[in-house]
């Protein structure tokens, strides 16, 4: 128990930080560069593990689903975060992320048939009020060109509630390490295409110190180190407790996109970040605390 909430507050602080190194990197590398840069320097980060770990290579993996997780949780999340950085602070675009538990469960509820009570329900509504009050009750930020942004982060949302769900369904029975190295190298493929089909990657601005710590910290620790911790926490946990590091992440990017970007903090983006954040809990209440802490406690006693 102690372990997975340690877990937790360490995912929140490394993620919280990937959303300044995603800003320090988008120049210099694009968007689909961002991409390709920290899922393959993730990849190589655990790559050793990989090697050495022979739990996996005696059964069939499901290379579909692992596939099919990496492009929505690495590839297309990743792509749209970056492309949403593009026009939103970085507090911003972290404050969308937490939306993610609202997804997963809508996406638990239309596609796999999870019930969801009228609490549940209320809080789903209050989350897309919290956003609303995000977007200063814009809504044609939402459609036509102003998409871009505030749209294209609840999208990738979206894709992480999906991951989340696919996860636990189809990807219980693979290592955490094999998840994780798998999905990198689809979210990497993903970039590199990226890459090809628009702009290129300027090798020479990388080079410099604010780019290449952000190499460093959003490939090695955002990527690798981060996504081994989150598929952890799906696997020990459930997909709901593993999207309530969200819970948390917008704090740390608030303080690191303060002090390192000299972002605002403005009363809208706290008032809808506490919105957001009632909705969250209400909409995730009754499988954090019926469903998933009973799962994590059993698993822990059995250890």
């Not at 190194?21 to 190589?44: H, N, Q, Y």
């Not at 910290?217 to 990527?223: E, F, I, R």
């Not at 593993?242 to 303060?258: D, E, H, N, R």
């Not at 706290?270 to 698993?299: C, D, H, M, W």
Request: proline share 4%.
């Amino acid at each position: 128990m102690i372990r997975l909430y340690g877990a937790l507050v360490g995912l929140s602080l490394i993620w919280g930080l990937s959303f300044v190194f995603m800003k320090w990197l988008l120049e210099p590398a694009g968007i689909w560069g961002v991409v390709f840069i920290r899922t393959l320097a993730g990849a190589i980060i655990l790559l050793p593990l990989v090697l050495r770990k022979t739990t996996d290579s005696t059964k069939k993996l499901p290379i579909k689903w692992l596939l099919i997780t990496g492009f929505f949780n690495c590839g297309l999340a990743w792509g749209l975060i970056s492309l949403s950085e593009t026009v939103i602070q970085s507090n911003t675009a972290s404050i969308l992320n937490a939306t993610t538990p609202i997804w997963t469960g809508l996406l638990g509820f239309f596609l796999f048939s999870y019930r969801l009570n009228k609490q549940q329900w209320m809080g789903i509504l209050i989350g897309f009020f919290g956003i609303l009050v995000l977007m200063d009750f814009q809504i044609g930020h939402l459609f036509g060109s102003q998409f871009v942004g505030i749209g294209t982060m609840v999208l990738a949302a979206i894709c992480y509630g999906l991951s989340g769900q696919l996860t636990k369904r189809y990807l219980s029975g693979v290592g955490v390490v094999t998840i994780t190295f798998f999905t990198l190298l689809t979210g990497a493929a993903t970039g590199l295409v990226g890459v090809l089909l628009t702009e290129p990657v300027h090798i020479g601005q990388l080079l410099e110190p604010k780019p290449m710590l952000a190499v460093l910290g959003l490939g090695c620790l955002g990527s690798g180190l981060g996504q081994l911790i989150y598929f952890y926490l799906n696997k020990n946990g459930s997909p709901e407790f593993a999207a309530t590091v969200t819970y948390l992440i917008p704090a740390s990017a608030m303080i690191w996109g303060y002090v390192l970007l000299k972002e605002p903090v403005t009363p809208n983006l706290i008032v809808g970040l506490l919105i957001i954040f009632a909705g969250v809990y209400l909409s995730s209440k009754k499988k954090r605390n019926k469903e998933t802490l009973t799962t994590i406690q059993k698993k822990e006693v059995s250890r």
